[in-house]
T-cell receptor
Framework: SQTIHQWPATLVQPVGSPLSLECTVEGTSNPNLYWYRQAAGRGLQLLFYSVGIGQISSEVPQNLSASRPQDRQFILSSKKLLLSDSGFYLC???????????????FGPGTRLTVT | DQQVKQNSPSLSVQEGRISILNCDYTNSMFDYFLWYKKYPAEGPTFLISISSIKDKNEDGRFTVFLNKSAKHLSLHIVPSQPGDSAVYFCAASEGNNDMRFGAGTRLTVKP
């Protein structure tokens, strides 16, 4: 069966510090990978998605970036955090377009980021 | 722009009664719709989905209805149980990669 891991679970970082959140998926190959952010009282905002190693699509302009160095690893980064970067960050995966149930996305446990 | 809207931020129902959660969308190109359930401090979990070629999909206590002409879908939970208390997100997809989520509706089922 497939599992998705995210860490850390919670993070408190000062403004201007760097950020690195990691997500890994087990039990599947060539998944689509996604980073979402849920700000307080708001829905899920898609930040980045990736259909393969080194292939990143950005949905919104921001000071965040994403990388996919390996097939089942997705990293969310920032060089300098802003207060507005606080939120709940979720990684998700879905089957590749040629696979079954390709519309359903499966989410990790999330990272609560507080920028102080 | 918010292509998927859940206009009710919260809903409270009595145990055993029906819960109806609503969702509206603006993009007529969406071809797949999903509902996710989310508990605090956890990632959302997939609940039920419907393709745009259907108008109803049922799975146990959960039924999703799709009205394409009105660009509206709803999730019915019957009978509602206290364990159903969570935030429910409506999502719509155009193709495999582009999924848009609503802001969520917090459902509270009272014993």
């Amino acid at each position: 069966s497939q599992t998705i891991h995210q860490w850390p679970a919670t993070l408190v970082q000062p403004v201007g510090s760097p950020l690195s959140l990691e997500c890994t998926v087990e039990g599947t190959s060539n998944p689509n990978l996604y980073w979402y952010r849920q700000a307080a009282g708001r829905g899920l905002q898609l930040l980045f998605y990736s259909v393969g190693i080194g292939q990143i699509s950005s949905e919104v302009p921001q000071n965040l970036s994403a990388s996919r160095p390996q097939d089942r690893q997705f990293i969310l980064s920032s060089k300098k955090l802003l207060l507005s970067d606080s939120g709940f960050y979720l990684c998700a995966w879905s089957h590749p377009p040629t696979g079954p149930k390709n519309y359903e996305q499966y989410f990790g446990p999330g990272t609560r980021l507080t920028v102080t | 722009d918010q292509q998927v809207k859940q206009n009710s931020p919260s809903l409270s129902v009595q145990e055993g009664r029906i819960s109806i959660l609503n969702c509206d969308y603006t993009n007529s190109m969406f071809d797949y719709f999903l509902w996710y359930k989310k508990y605090p401090a956890e990632g959302p979990t997939f609940l039920i989905s419907i393709s745009s070629i259907k108008d109803k999909n049922e799975d146990g206590r959960f039924t999703v209805f799709l009205n394409k002409s009105a660009k509206h879908l709803s999730l019915h939970i019957v009978p509602s149980q206290p364990g159903d208390s969570a935030v429910y997100f409506c999502a719509a997809s155009e193709g495999n990669n582009d999924m848009r989520f609503g802001a969520g509706t917090r459902l509270t089922v009272k014993p």
